[in-house]
């Protein structure tokens, strides 16, 4: 598995996607995958575990238009239907998952055998930008 190499100052949101604004539990980074946690703040998404594995959007901005968070500040999220462009080397029409990495994006499933749960996070819509579009992959192989 590979993760996704994301530039922080360049991740956005493209128009026409709406993003949605929740509470960071961790430092989350531009371009970092987040799942919303028991406490119902945002934390990095990772596929080590079933429900971190569970990713609803990409950080597209941290406060004040930086580059870095800390927990408790406030995140905006690019959720279903967004497009988010800011990472490189993507392959066109191929899906992304949530990374066996906190908050990083992999290009390659996760190895099931592994303990690892498999959680897309959506489909490289070009080589910088990904559709954010999450669901368990459980359902595309049937």
Do not use: E, Q
């Amino acid at each position: 598995m590979a993760d996704v190499t994301v530039v922080a100052k360049d991740v956005r949101v493209l128009p026409g996607g709406a993003t949605h604004r929740k509470v960071a539990a961790a430092a989350a980074p531009p371009g970092s995958a987040v799942y919303i946690a028991a406490d119902a703040r945002v934390d990095l998404a990772d596929a080590d575990a079933a429900p971190s594995s569970m990713a609803v959007g990409i950080v597209v901005s941290a406060p004040r238009g930086g580059l870095t968070n800390v927990a408790g500040d406030t995140l905006d999220i690019a959720g279903p239907g967004c497009l988010v462009t800011g990472f490189t080397g993507l392959t066109p029409g191929t899906l992304v998952y949530a990374s066996t990495t906190g908050g990083a994006i992999a290009d390659t499933r996760p190895a099931g055998s592994s303990g690892d749960f498999a959680w897309v996070i959506g489909m490289a819509w070009d080589a910088t930008t990904i559709l954010v579009m999450p669901f368990s992959d459980i359902f595309a192989a049937l």
